[in-house]
């Protein structure tokens, strides 16, 4: 189970980041004091930030019974593969050749880190 609540973790820090960042291309509407108004023109935002506090749960959870040494590596590998397989594959950002040479070691070193754990 331990599993499960780390990969719902980084998928959640995955998308939350992919929300925020769709939020920010749409830009923020502050036209309107009342902050009822303001948050509700912003879901995207919000539904950033409710992610980002739901993958916060659920690496706590994961962090129970997974050690921190391999957990967040784990969590962080795996959420930046998220993201940039987004912005590469759905808005379209350009990764260099040195950038894929990099995605690669980090692949490697989060096989190597989850191969090699206690």
Given at each position: ?118
């Amino acid at each position: 189970m331990s599993l499960v609540y780390l990969t719902l973790a980084f998928v959640f820090n995955g998308l939350a980041n992919i929300l925020l960042k769709a939020s920010a291309l749409k830009g923020v509407d502050f036209s309107d004091r009342n902050p009822i108004v303001l948050l509700s023109k912003n879901y995207l935002f919000i539904g950033g930030l409710f992610l980002f506090a739901t993958n916060v749960i659920f690496y706590y959870l994961a962090l129970r019974f997974i050690p921190v040494s391999w957990a967040y590596p784990v969590m962080v590998v795996m959420s930046f593969l998220i993201i940039n397989l987004y912005a590469i594959g759905v808005i379209g950002e350009h990764i260099s050749f040195g950038q894929m040479v990099g995605y690669v070691f980090l692949v490697i070193g989060l096989i190597t880190i989850f191969y090699f754990k206690p």
